[in-house]
């Protein structure tokens, strides 16, 4: 595996801690060349943890930002039946977090650090949610399109290397297939519906479309992570073919929902047996994920304000944890 050439053994250790090492890296490999999983207590390269570390936070984050631009329709839902559909998906969302903060703790670092570092815009989360949701066919676009995207690139992940990483992946796409449909379903009603709701739709796909098709990252050539992450078993499928993939997806769907992509380079191309698209705006997403996005600052506003809110639950938390303990010492 290509591991063992990436990872070298630092020179300065004792006989004893190289041996441990070298015995640590080569369970790695045979592990990884099995396709089998690693767990929290085998022994792992540092780049392997620091990867997954920086792959599952980010994650994590991007669950709980992702929360925000639906949550913001709550109050408007069309009708009781959708405030209740949105409400349980938003708090799926937070639950996705919850299981990825708990998978990303596994590899050392405390949940205090990772939202320390959320809140002061040191972290990143996925620049698809620093774009505004301005109508309720938004609510529409973002289920089917974003969510349909994540489930493009988190199926594979339930095959990643990292045990807990894997599990959490398994029960998060069921989730996020929930989503993806009750998006799908609120385009479909808006698009039998009046002229006018119909409109409002496809111009809600027109203004997710891009956005959603570069949530699978850069193009592979400028994607310089990828081939360490394939090689490890954490990523299975290239940004490109990932891309590709939901492409296809998409351009049947579209047809069902009486709706258009708003790409006209869409195509198969019968020699590579791939979906094609149009050309994307990669600087628009450096400019997003570097903080100059539409929302980029509200977003971790809300962040900020929502954890200072929590304060107190966190303290009482703390508080009876600590009584807790302290009647059972007094046992
Ligand atoms: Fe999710
Ligand atoms: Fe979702």
Request: with cysteine; glycine share 6%.
């Amino acid at each position: 595996m290509a591991s063992q050439n990436l990872q070298s053994v630092p020179p300065e250790l004792s006989p004893d801690e190289r041996e441990r090492e070298q015995a640590g890296q080569a369970y790695f490999d045979r592990i990884i060349s099995e396709d089998s999983r690693i767990e929290p207590r085998d022994w792992m390269p540092e780049a392997y943890r620091k990867t997954l570390l920086r792959q599952i936070s980010q994650h994590a984050h991007s669950e709980i930002i992702g929360m925000q631009p639906e949550a913001n329709w709550i109050t408007r839902a069309p009708s009781l039946k959708r405030k209740a559909i949105l409400m349980a998906k938003v708090q799926d969302e937070a639950g996705h977090g919850l299981y990825l903060y708990s998978a990303a703790e596994t590899l050392g670092q405390s949940r205090d650090k990772m939202m320390d570092d959320l809140i002061a815009g040191k972290a990143r989360y996925s620049s698809i949610f620093n774009y505004p949701a301005i109508s309720w066919a938004d609510m529409g676009a973002i289920g089917w399109l974003v969510d349909g995207a994540a489930i493009c690139n988190q199926v594979p992940l339930c095959r990643a290397s990292y045990g807990p990483y894997g599990r959490a992946m398994v029960r998060i796409c069921k989730e996020e297939s929930f989503h993806q449909r009750q998006g799908f379903e609120i385009l479909l009603e808006l698009s039998n519906g009046t002229e006018a709701q119909k409109q409002m739709a496809q111009d809600a796909v027109n203004r997710w479309y891009a956005p959603a098709l570069m949530m699978f990252g850069p193009p592979d050539d400028d994607s310089p992570n990828s081939k360490q992450s394939m090689a490890w078993n954490i990523k299975r499928f290239s940004n490109d073919e990932l891309r590709s993939r939901f492409v296809g997806m998409m351009v049947e769907q579209v047809k069902v929902l009486g709706l258009t992509l708003p790409d006209d380079q869409v195509r198969f191309n019968e020699e590579t047996k791939k979906w094609e698209h149009g050309p994307l705006d990669w600087n628009e997403f450096k400019d997003v994920l570097a903080g100059r996005g539409p929302c980029n600052a509200q977003r971790l506003e809300r962040r900020r304000e929502a954890h200072d809110d929590g304060a107190w639950v966190r303290e009482a938390a703390a508080e009876y944890a600590r009584k807790q303990a302290e009647k059972e010492y007094a046992a």
